[in-house]
């Protein structure tokens, strides 16, 4: 079959497959930072591949903080995450208003910086892009502003 535009024969299943593999390393790595996600059970993989491509690149990939986890950038809402180790969020109005929160915020922003600077992009980073690039994924929406999805070669991104 072809893609959603037409042209060279494409598999979304082989994107779906990739995230899907995982080995004991990759999954111990992601322990560190999520909680473990529920089990793929057999056929759901090409469930979703024939989803995706039914779906004629009429999709958009809506991501969040998980997605960067296998990475190593940290999320916040998790048990091991940022708020799990006493973080609080600063609030805009206490940002523009108050210059020693300010200052808290830049130090803490100048310290976390090295996550984002080692991060590479992961499976699912590139799996998207691999959709996107093949058409059957319009672009990408994320929460995120690791730069990760641009690294892993997507182009269509709303940050």
Same mark, same amino acid.
């Given at each position: 079959s072809s893609g959603p535009t037409g042209g060279a024969p494409l598999r979304p299943a082989t994107a779906m497959a990739a995230v899907a593999r995982a080995s004991a390393a990759e999954a111990a790595k992601v322990g560190r930072y999520a909680p473990a996600g529920a089990k793929l059970l057999p056929g759901d993989a090409a469930r979703l591949a024939d989803f995706v491509a039914g779906a004629g690149g009429r999709l958009v990939a809506l991501t969040g903080a998980g997605i960067s986890t296998e990475s190593g950038v940290p999320?916040? +809402? $998790?048990?091991? !995450?940022?708020?799990?180790?006493g973080h609080k969020p600063m609030y805009h109005a206490v940002f523009v208003?108050?210059?020693?929160?300010?200052?808290?915020?830049?130090? +803490? $922003?100048?310290? !976390?910086?090295?996550y984002f600077a080692a991060a590479l992009p992961n499976r699912t980073h590139t799996a998207l892009a691999a959709l996107e690039r093949d058409s059957f994924v319009s672009g990408v929406v994320t929460q995120n502003v690791d730069g990760l999805h641009t690294q892993a070669g997507a182009d269509q991104i709303i940050q």
């Open positions: 999320d916040y +809402r $998790s048990q091991q !995450g940022s708020y799990s180790k208003q108050n210059p020693l929160q300010r200052a808290r915020y830049w130090a +803490r $922003s100048l310290r !976390g910086w090295r």
